[in-house]
């Protein structure tokens, strides 16, 4: 199915419903946008009243047009949305964009408004963005619906976003920072068109070489990773995620209706989405923009370039954090850089300058004797400045220079730069840019012309080029190749149903695990007893020394309660701790005796179904610091073999996964062969609420689920 | 002792020497600066061919001036520094800053030329700042000693750097963001007046409210934490550290000589200096602005107001993140917005009056209200544009408005905004500002012309009012008072000193644990026993269960290797521990008897020295855990009481420390206890290069040491 946005984002002829001449008005700012900014399309307003709009005829309804126009824009009070789309789907208009807001976002009434709305589209076959939304914009036709204005060339950078405001407040914003977009798309409350067809279609679109994402909240999070999963390989895609925490969250779903997850989860869609996340605004588009316009980064290598130290070492600092190298140049590179530089500055990378003029040396010449090297496999750049600098300090040499005008004096500085921007394509090397100087310097406005960025500080030029690492990682990742589910166990259903029969909110011990051996997970030996006599021969059975350990569904936290005892290692022990757990928990509580595992190490997997991902993975540091530590990282189920071994890569404790103390490296196979199945679990058994495994001891190399815990609901 | 900078900052006269009528040189930049900036003080260049420099009377030596300046500055070759301020000596001036490199920052030769300068000045009495800086500004003076230009009015944001380019090449950048100093003060190599001395400075004078320091290395890490801890209860002191990386550190040793210390190093003593830690130099000017220009916050509880979503909701997140609350408007407060906003826009917290062009209501009238009612404790506003906004949209707009010209078009959107940028005054609570639009829109620059702060992206706002969270907390501070070191044990000094003069590179464990004894640290109940009986004997004793340990100062890393037996609970197991143990360390190893501590909660102490820093305390989680999941912080010893509770609340397993798990909480008085006893350990006996308690086990809720290591050197 062809996606929707091909049409809507390339129409060759537009309506407006709402737009006057009102010069106050946002319809009125959006109809001059489409007439003044390029587009060669047809133009047809639909106004009640006026005959001409904007010096255009205009037409009293949709239903009097010449023609059915490939794309709608309704800017018409909340109460005409529904009967004006009526009309245009009565013409055979299949495309629109609404950008009236009080739907969904205003409580239950907006919302049955917004089903309406629905329906109405579905009845003619019309797909549309909004409602609530700020329109978009499609560079390669000139194409703007927004309220602000655009100019300059195209560029490569896709925009999909769930706040209108950056698609159209910051044009200006972008235009001074050289950043310039393919196609920007303001998805509003996605009634109908979602944000993930629009990554979908920015990602298909040729002209658009990096896709940013403004997300407030996904609604169909399993096709959101299948969908950037096709992308993310060739085509950096970078999200900025806003609505994990509780005052954002609020924020949120009064903005836009969006239903947030909480923080913790974004992070783990995003990466097993192949997604770079980021967290401000400035660096969604100014890496994104990176990425968009410089060759891809092939290595770890970055060579600095400066005439300051200060931002030399911040640059350094920040590629470091970022898992950037800064290698030391080999004697030969330096021997050659250090006839260009002052005696007491360095060659060694960051090769520093030092306060110097010659801005071809900076700029040109070592960067070009760095990239050719081959000892490098990016460049940062920091202090080229031409006018900006001069500018500065002109009224301070006027007198000096016999009052020459400021321009005339400027000019002396200006110079061809050809040479010099066009460094990173010869090479086929990132150059990123730092610079105090904005657009007013020489050098500045020639980087950004020639699709260079360049940052207004060293560490976001860094940070920056920590992205290119990132997207590197992502290109780099094993293919994923999604597992089949098993199939589903009968009689793991038939403990379910059984214990759902008994209204039990959770199985007990025994019975989750096991489900889990039946789903091939190794879980510690052990027997369900009734009296004092079973136990002592199931624990000469299992072998000294085991763990005692009531098994009821309602006693789930059961440390420090009396209700487990272990590494009993006789008999007579066995009998004492029977006999104290039943004074706690009752005399005819079934008893659990288990084989003690041994190991230092210990993790924990669970399962939670969050709203809009289905069932999510846990998997974390685990045994009695679980809570305390809070080491862990999610994704959603069903999981490829990758995403299970890259959550096993992912926590900070994950150096107890290689050889530990003594002890072989864990059997990764084996742990990511329980995360994946606990997955599994999930999907085929809807009944299951929740799971907790904690903890698997790794016994050995071996992990064994030593307690399990299910929730039913 | 006045500070040097009293006098240096604020001289009646100024002398360069260097300076000449070379456009292209820097020291005519910086004499430029001095005779165009507005310093009404007296100047003198002197310069050895030139009679005229720059329009004034030149003098060929400092021998030949009128008057001994305050000041001279120095911009000569290298070779002639010493010589040259050897003259100014001889005259009488008594502060001088040395612009000239080559120095230190070179190697050997430098160091010992850097040592002879010294020399030169202390025969004078000469305190200096450099040499390889860039000079100062004092704003107050109208003094600027840098190349740049120094235009528009005093501020009140102190800096001092160990990169000049921090208060030279960003003036501009400044200038555009409206942040003013009151002082900045390039310190380059510090051989003099280093970057505590300015730190001292800026913290006595007047016209500086907040303090900014860019760092690459510290040499007197105890004298910067008292100096920083007697500003910082008072007056913010922000600091931005990048030696801490290996890139960055070697960036930093060419660019100032600088040794750098390990950035987890810095991290824990910028925290007992009561000093706020910013990751960039964008943060560091931008939040240090915001707190030097307004009030401080009182509590957590922002308000923010915005005519926007997405800036509201981004907004929202990062004050969650950054510790601050955005609470939900009381009923009353929300009945009395809700009239003055659109159906469908939110009025919990953010008030978002959507788009708007109502910039009365959003950057006026509703805060006004939100700071009136008591509610919150600070303001965020997003979104105030004017001329900006409408710059845009004119080329759009014009043919509909009779071609009316742009500055006629912008004057119906200027008006007296005297009311709106005077609220935080008035209410005595912070507002920041975001804006997309720069200094060309009128409310940019009416808030910036009036100290408040606009960043140009809602989260750096956010970011910036949890640095005013900072400082509240850091205000709130229990009073640090210097517990006295404890008398030297003598039984102790004996110990280190036979186990040096037996050539011992470490203490064994039972030394080690005597010494913490004899310092009233709690250790593990144990015997050094020789031979099985005496080994059964102290069993008895201590009681089971108990651990066997070989004890010899060669045997360090013990677990895995068979010397070591942990939870033996008879005679009979003694026994064949012992035997299995002096199997693998020899017969004639001496072997601890010791109590078995149980508890689930383990912690490390430690103790290394620093250069620059003496010695140091580590606090973090202990037991086996400890490397892999590197949980643990510094500070620099002595720790007062206040020190040592921070660390334990500062780590992030600080859960632990509450009640766990059913067992209740740690006696931290007692954890406190330890570490500052380990900082007087290393304090008192500077022949221990290392100490490592690990782990402390919590039995009940009293720390004990269960295993310890002295290492000698």
Redesign the interface.
């Known amino acids: 199915m062809e996606n929707p946005l091909h049409l809507l984002m390339n129409p060759k002829s537009v309506a407006t419903a709402g737009a006057g001449?009102n010069?106050?008005k946002?319809g009125?700012?959006q109809a001059?946008?489409i007439i003044?900014d390029g587009y060669q399309g047809k133009f047809y307003p639909v106004h009640p009243t006026d005959g001409m709009v904007?010096?255009h005829k205009a037409y009293a309804s949709a239903l009097d047009l010449p023609e059915p126009p490939d794309l709608a824009m309704l800017v018409v009070p909340t109460k005409q949305v529904i009967p004006v789309l009526e009309d245009f789907g009565r013409i055979g208009t299949r495309r629109a964009i609404i950008i009236t807001?009080?739907f969904k976002?205003?409580g239950a009434d907006?919302r049955s408004m917004e089903d309406r709305l629905n329906e109405t589209a579905d009845r003619y076959g019309i797909r549309f963005l909004g409602p609530n939304c700020?329109g978009m914009l499609n560079t390669q036709l000139s194409l703007n619906l927004t309220?602000?204005?655009l100019t300059g060339k195209p560029g490569s950078l896709g925009m999909a976003?769930?706040?209108?405001?950056?698609v159209t407040?910051?044009?200006?914003?972008l235009r001074?920072r050289g950043i310039r977009f393919s196609k920007a798309i303001s998805v509003g409350n996605e009634a109908n068109i979602n944000i993930i067809d629009a990554l979908e279609y920015l990602g298909e679109d040729e002209h658009t070489k990096a896709i940013i994402l403004?997300i407030?909240g996904i609604r169909d999070g399993r096709r959101f990773i299948e969908t950037a999963r096709k992308i993310t390989p060739h085509k950096p895609v970078l999200a900025?995620y806003?609505?994990?925490?509780?005052?954002?969250a609020?924020?949120?779903m009064?903005?836009?209706g969006a239903m947030a997850g909480p923080d913790f989860l974004y992070d783990g869609i995003f990466k097993q989405a192949g997604v770079i996340r980021v967290?401000?605004?400035?660096d969604l588009y100014s890496h994104g923009w990176a990425l968009a316009a410089q060759p891809p980064l092939r290595g770890r290598r970055v060579g600095?370039m400066t005439n300051?130290?200060?931002?030399?070492?911040?640059?350094?600092?920040?590629?470091?954090?970022g898992g950037l190298?800064?290698p030391?140049y080999s004697e030969e590179l330096q021997s050659r850089i250090r006839p260009l530089i002052p005696?007491?500055a360095?060659s060694?990378n960051?090769v520093?300058l030092?306060?110097h003029?010659d801005m071809q040396l900076l700029s040109t010449q070592i960067p070009e004797m760095i990239m050719q090297s081959g000892e490098v496999d990016g460049v940062i750049l920091h202090?080229a400045?031409a006018t900006?600098?001069m500018?500065?300090?002109y009224?301070?040499?006027r007198?000096?220079?016999n009052n020459i005008p400021e321009e005339q004096f400027l000019d002396r500085f200006r110079k061809d730069m050809t040479e010099t921007v066009l460094l990173p394509r010869k090479y086929g090397l990132p150059l990123l840019v730092s610079s105090?100087?904005?657009d007013d310097d020489d050098y500045t406005k020639a980087y950004q012309d020639n699709d260079i960025p360049v940052f207004?500080?060293?560490?976001?030029a860094a940070r920056a080029m920590a992205s290119f690492l990132r997207h590197k990682e992502i290109r780099d990742r094993k293919t994923i190749i999604q597992t089949d589910l098993p199939e589903r166990s009968d009689e793991a259903a038939q403990i379910i149903k059984k214990a759902l029969e008994h209204r039990q909110h959770a199985l007990d011990e025994f019975q989750a695990k096991k489900i889990l051996s039946l789903y091939g997970i190794r879980v510690t030996r052990e027997s369900l007893t009734m009296t004092a006599d079973e136990a002592v021969q199931a624990a000469r059975g299992i072998g000294y020394p085991v763990a005692v350990k009531a098994c009821s569904w309602e006693v789930m936290h059961k440390?420090?309660?009396g209700l487990l005892a272990l590494n009993l290692r006789t008999e007579k022990e066995v009998r004492r701790s029977l006999r104290s757990i039943r004074q706690a928990a009752g005399s005819s509580v079934p008893v659990l005796i288990q084989e003690m595992v041994s190991g230092?190490r210990e993790f924990v997997a669970g399962m939670t179904r969050f709203e809009g991902f289905g069932p999510c993975i846990l998997f974390g540091?685990g045994g009695?610091?679980t809570?305390?530590?809070k080491?862990s990282v999610w994704r959603s189920a069903p999981l490829s073999v990758v995403d299970a071994q890259e959550m096993i890569q992912d926590i900070?404790?994950r150096?107890?996964v290689g050889e530990?103390?003594?002890m072989p490296a864990v059997d990764t196979t084996a742990l990511a062969g329980i995360l994946q199945r606990v997955g599994f679990i999930a999907l085929l058994h809807p009944e299951i609420a929740e799971i907790d495994l904690n903890p698997i001891i790794i016994a050995g190399s071996s992990p064994i689920v030593a307690d399990a815990l299910f929730v039913l609901g």
Chains 1, 2 share one sequence.
């Open positions: 001449n010069p106050e946002m009125t700012l001059l946008s003044k904007l010096g807001a009080g976002e205003t907006g700020m309220v602000a204005n976003s769930q706040s209108g405001t950056y407040q910051t044009l200006a914003y001074k403004y407030e900025q806003v609505g994990g925490s509780g005052a954002g609020r924020a949120g009064s903005h836009t967290h401000t605004i400035e600095v300051s130290g200060g931002p030399g070492t911040a640059i350094s600092h920040h590629a470091d954090l190298d800064v030391r005696g007491h360095s060694a960051p520093d030092t306060f003029l202090g400045m900006g600098f500018r500065e300090v009224p301070h040499l007198g000096l220079l105090f100087f904005g207004d500080s060293p560490e976001k440390t420090g309660k230092i540091l009695v610091l809570e305390a530590l080491d900070r404790a150096k107890l530990f103390r003594g």
